[in-house]
């Protein structure tokens, strides 16, 4: 070992043997044994979290003072809380961000194919044509309309969503979202959503069924099982003379046959699932959709993919929007404030290596004696420099 390195490991090195410190090392490490027998014994997880938090960082702590000297133990626990704080922050929203994503991704799909107009038609065609690209899962036709919902005196704005039941599943977590009367598949989907009649116009003989958000079912205070009305204010509307001779708004009573909760406030609060077919009825507008979702392999590549699949639909009147432009204002928010939240935090790491640069300081200002005994041996300024820089 280079004799830099011996004097500056004596400078940090000062086994202490104070009965004090290894009792409240005990205590420490029975904290933390306690903390994890909490945690896979009981239900009081965060209480056994937090235990075995303070029990590690005392054992930590205590365990550096039995070897090193106080301004070194400071000093090593200090970088590494900064540095742990800075990690635990990045962590969270980190975590938070793909926790957000991935809901926002299970009520909406990975990439929207809409069309210029209102006669989306040949949306058959589009699903054929963009299921055989590569990196394309799936891909399912939605119509989308903004009207009315009512039960007894409550009403509520709604987005009314129709879907085909048997394909939503495929580029939706409707099925995993879906809480009363219970978790479903992929392939129960259309016993909830089913129509009023079949493809062939023949009546089924029930009510259509619509899904609510939880939020929408608790502020209409309904239930699976029970009716509300679907009014569309704008289908009787004379948009050529505004007069009051025309139809009445049009209104069709469903049953509530599931509830879901997405954990978005906007989302189980204003949108509601139909049949594709009765969506399509009760706007009058025939066997034309609004547009198609698509489900993708990999959904950081969507913003390319997009592009992909506008070419191969012959670009205008078709057009797409990838699930970032869906959230955008929101996706810039939360990584600019993990951003800002790394050099904010990041300072505290500064903050520890000044410390660290301050205690190197009053040990050379404590040391003058030795550096001369050690100067007048020999030792040049470069070593007596590199025993300070191995200390640090």
Not at 68 to 84: D, K, L, N, R, W
Not at 130 to 135: R, V
Not at 144 to 165: A, C, H, T, W, Y
């Amino acid at each position: 070992m280079p004799y830099e390195l011996f004097v500056g490991w004596r400078y940090l090195y000062s086994r202490r043997r104070s009965s004090a410190v290894w009792i409240t090392l005990l205590i420490c490490a029975l904290v933390c044994a306690g903390g994890v027998a909490l945690f896979f014994g009981t239900s009081h997880k965060a209480f056994a979290a937090i235990m075995m938090l303070v029990g590690m960082l005392g054992s930590v702590a205590c365990a550096l003072l039995i070897i090193f000297s106080t301004f070194t133990a400071i000093s090593v626990m200090g970088v590494s809380i900064g540095v742990s704080i800075l990690i635990w922050v990045l962590s969270v929203t980190s975590g938070f961000q793909d926790e957000f994503r991935n809901k926002e991704l299970g009520v909406n799909a990975h990439i929207l194919i809409l069309k210029y107009g209102l006669d989306f038609s040949e949306y058959r065609k589009v699903m054929r044509t963009t299921e055989a690209m590569p990196g394309v899962k799936a891909a399912a036709p939605f119509v989308f309309n903004e009207m009315m919902i009512s039960r007894g005196q409550r009403l509520s704005g709604v987005l009314v969503k129709g879907v085909d039941p048997k394909r939503v599943g495929r580029v939706l977590d409707l099925p995993k979202h879906i809480s009363k009367p219970q978790r479903i598949k992929e392939g129960e989907l259309p016993r909830l959503l089913r129509p009023s009649e079949d493809a062939a116009g023949r009546s089924l003989g029930a009510p259509p069924g619509i899904v609510l958000g939880q939020d929408l079912a608790d502020k209409l205070d309904v239930k699976v099982g029970e009716t509300v009305r679907l009014i569309s204010p704008l289908s009787g509307l004379d948009v050529a003379g505004w007069s009051a001779a025309g139809e009445i708004p049009r209104s069709r009573d469903l049953q509530v046959t599931g509830i879901f909760f997405s954990g978005f406030n906007e989302y189980d609060r204003r949108l509601v699932y139909v049949h594709l077919r009765e969506a399509q009825a009760f706007m009058d507008q025939g066997d034309v959709v609004t547009g198609v979702d698509l489900k993708i392999r990999d959904v950081f590549a969507a913003k390319l993919l997009a592009r992909d699949v506008v070419k191969a639909l012959g670009g205008s009147p078709f057009r797409t929007i990838d699930w970032s432009e869906l959230n955008h204002n929101l996706f810039t928010a939360l990584s600019i404030q993990k951003l800002f939240l790394r050099i904010i935090i990041g300072f505290i790491v500064v903050v520890a290596a000044f410390n660290v640069l301050a205690a190197l300081t009053v040990l050379v200002f404590r040391k003058t004696r030795e550096i001369s005994i050690l100067k007048s041996m020999g030792m040049s300024s470069a070593g007596v420099a590199r025993i300070f820089m191995s200390t640090g």
